[in-house]
């Protein structure tokens, strides 16, 4: 490894060198520097606006190295320019412990850095969680393909449903502007590919930085780990001591979007910032314009007649989604008629 180029007078040898540049960095200086990548994302897009007085981050924590490393680098750059507090939903994923363990590493970080932490329990709202959903899907399914069951549409579709809408839910609630999650550049690449594959532009058109949606009730959503690859996630987590759970979830699975994440990664094995030339490019030329073919919201703004969350139907599909779920839960004595 050559000598790190971070200026002149570091004479340190580099631990890593950049994805996309080739930059060698020694240990300290690559944590600086992607600590002032996330900055530099924050402020082009203006993902945090520093002189509201009212702004309030939510950071979503689900004890993973995206988001534990989210935290951590939010903690460092942000300094108390704005307050900032976590929140981990619990689904209820017992297998390894997976849930209780991701709780407990996500609370710890929490607890170092001084950073308030809440806890949202997915079964004290609902009364079931995920392992009785995967418990149905066993039934449903009967072992064949889940994308093709209309009945079932598998584990990580019913868990980003209940987790999407509850940390919308909380921040709602708790006077939260801005929702923080730790989708990183990889993610990112791997969903516009995916969306490519199917030409679905109106998706395309939505991918970015922030999802400001200017709609009441509905809080907007920033990824401050946009431009940061997912290896370097991992770097960071190892060189900046993060502690998080590196086991995968039981019921992920092998999944499409995995393989496809796969594939990408080794065309950028061959192609040295593929995904980052990909995701930016697309970001500067193509969302815009095709921005410019997607007709505004179409539909008007609703209270949900069950929650009362915001919605563009007349029931949200939260509520519809569990109100299904319950239903055949119910109807193969997974859990009790209420
Ligand atoms: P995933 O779709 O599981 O890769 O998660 C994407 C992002 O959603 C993570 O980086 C977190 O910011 C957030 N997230 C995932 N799981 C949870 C959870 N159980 N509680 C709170 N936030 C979560
Ligand atoms: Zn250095
Ligand atoms: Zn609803």
Known sequence: MPKCKFYRECQSQA????QHTNMPLCKTHFLRYMESRVMKTIETYK???????DEKVLVAVSGGKDSQTLLTILH?????????EALYIEIGISP?????DSEKVAKQLCDDLGVPFHVLNVHDRVGYDMDKIHQLGKILTRGKSRSKNKRFRGECSYCG???????????????????????NLTDEATQLLSNFF??????????????????????????????IYETELILYSYYGNVPHLPTECAYAGDSPMIRV?????KVESFRRGTMMNMVRDFQ????????????EEKQAVNKCKKCGMTTYLEVCSFCRTENRLREDLQKYHIIEES
């Open 15 to 18: 631990v890593t060198q950049m």
């Open 96 to 100: 390894d412990s997976y849930s209780h």
């Open 161 to 183: 449903l209940f987790k999407r809408y509850y940390i919308n839910f909380f921040a709602i609630h708790n006077g939260f502007t801005k929702v923080a999650t730790g989708h």
């Open 198 to 227: 199917s030409v679905d532009t109106e998706l395309m058109s939505r991918a970015g930085p922030s999802t400001s949606r200017g709609v009441e009730g509905l809080v907007d959503r920033i990824k401050p780990l946009f431009y």
């Open 284 to 295: 500067k030329q193509l969302r815009p314009i095709l921005s410019k073919t997607i007709p």
């Open 47 to 53: 993902l945090i606006n520093f002189q509201d007085p």
């Open 261 to 265: 994440k796969r594939s990408l990664e």
């Open 76 to 84: 460092q750059v942000l300094k108390n320019k704005v307050p900032m």
